[in-house]
């Protein structure tokens, strides 16, 4: 995945979809003021975020029939592609793959909300901008249990230099659709 490209499909919902959050944003940052509120609102970003604007956008989402769980057109580390693709005769995948957030969720939230409050993202096209901006890059993939990279580093390294690291570098992902062995499944 080239570093300044863009992760999420475009669809032709997009503006639409953004003037979703410049309507609900000035809501949700009221409410936060309340006694309490901010965690609560953290999360309706959130949930907002990854159901209405990450999910429908993943590549690849369209074949998810089988045992294809996760969006084929983002990376997947070599060990989640051996599990799918290379399974043994009693390998369950139910627990043994794990979708993930390179960029962690609570900071692409931070971000959305802090860039709103500062007075981008107030009308459509500018929160389009911005929520294209927020996934550009690497921001998704799929790994398995063992993969797994823990949420918070105390030595304050970066995730994605985290997951870089799996399976011996960036080289060990790879989209699961460009994996030979994908074109091969009768799914």
């Not at 993943?58 to 029939?65: A, F, N, T, V, Y």
Request: glycine residues 10%; proline residues 6%.
């Amino acid at each position: 995945m080239a570093p300044g490209a863009e992760q999420l499909e475009r669809l032709t919902t997009d503006e639409r979809d953004a003037q979703d959050f410049v309507d609900y944003m000035p809501l949700w940052i009221r409410q936060a003021s309340y006694a309490g509120g901010e965690a609560r609102i953290n999360r309706r970003i959130k949930d907002h975020l990854v159901r209405d604007w990450q999910v429908p956008r993943l590549p690849g989402r369209g074949r998810r029939s089988g045992r294809e769980r996760y969006a084929s057109g983002i990376p997947w580390s070599k060990d989640a592609r051996h599990l799918l693709l290379s399974p043994g005769p009693d390998d369950k995948l139910a627990g043994r793959l794990v979708f993930e957030h390179v960029r962690p969720l609570k900071n692409t939230v931070a971000e959305l909300r802090a860039s709103y409050v500062d007075g981008e993202g107030r009308d459509a096209a500018s929160m389009l901008a911005l929520l294209r901006r927020l996934h550009t890059g690497w921001c998704f993939a799929v790994v398995s249990k063992r993969d797994r990279v823990p949420r918070a580093f105390a030595d304050g390294t970066d995730p994605v230099t985290k997951f870089a690291e799996v399976d011996g570098g960036a080289a060990g992902f790879l989209i699961l659709a460009d994996d030979p062995r994908f074109g091969d499944r009768d799914w």
